[in-house]
């Protein structure tokens, strides 16, 4: 079945540093591709979607794009703040819309110190 | 507007009893999905509702139930409970192209 395999943490980075967190997928047809994020005590969040190849998604300085010779979804943020220090989980759907089901990795912990 | 809010925060249950989860879903939202959060994993889809109805179901037995009220709102049920049921139970309702997300129910069996 469908499913998302991204990097192991926790990733330890100083403030201004650059993120990368990869992510990559397994579907049989066309996905739409997520990061979400989320805060000590909080739900999930969106930050970002993309719902076709060579697609960019972006927020809060965030991006990650859809590459389908790749099948990958790597987050990336050219430098980070302590206020990023959170969980990240890429997930997919089998289409576009919400009444698709999410499938989640198993999340990447990200500290950012001062 | 008030987003997507879950009762209870926290929840302590006894091996073998029965348990009942609450959602309310983000103002004009018809659709309520359910995600069981296990610690330090990524969430896994339960099931989803939508016109009272369960539209699609994730790989959970059948002593997870739920059910939706004509005013959009959820409920999940877990029969017997095991020791493995602990989790963050994480709710979310849907616009056209997003769903967002509760705070969840944190889930202690013992």
């Known amino acids: 079945g469908d499913s998302v395999t991204q990097m192991e943490g926790p990733v330890t980075l100083s403030e201004e540093a650059f993120l990368t967190i990869n992510c990559t997928y397994t579907?049989?047809?066309?996905?739409?591709l997520f990061w979400y994020v989320q805060y000590p005590g909080e739900g999930l969040q969106l930050l970002l979607k993309?719902?076709?190849?060579?697609d960019k998604g972006s927020n809060k300085g965030f991006e990650a794009t859809y590459r389908k010779e790749t099948t990958s979804f790597h987050l990336e943020k050219g430098s980070v703040q302590v206020s990023d220090s959170a969980v990240y989980f890429c997930?997919?759907?089998?289409?576009?819309?919400?009444?698709?089901?999410?499938?989640f990795g198993k999340g990447t912990s990200l500290l950012v110190t001062p | 507007d008030a987003g997507v809010t879950q009762s209870p925060t926290h929840l302590i249950k006894t091996r073998g009893q029965q348990v009942t989860l609450r959602c309310s879903p983000k103002s004009g939202h018809d659709t309520v999905s359910w995600y069981q959060q296990a610690l330090g994993q990524g969430p896994q889809f339960i099931f989803q509702?939508?016109?009272?109805?369960?539209?699609q179901r994730g790989n959970f037995p059948d002593r997870f139930s739920g059910h939706q009220f004509p005013n959009y709102s959820s409920e999940l049920n877990v029969n017997a409970l095991l020791l493995g049921d602990s989790a963050l139970y994480l709710c979310?309702?849907?616009?056209?192209?997003?769903?967002?997300f509760g705070p969840g129910t944190r889930l202690t069996v013992t």
């Open positions: 509702y939508y016109e009272e109805e369960e539209r």
């Open positions: 993309a719902t076709k190849a060579d």
């Open positions: 579907a049989t047809g066309y996905p739409s």
């Open positions: 979310a309702s849907s616009s056209e192209y997003e769903q967002y």
């Open positions: 997930a997919l759907s089998e289409g576009i819309g919400s009444g698709y089901a999410l499938n």
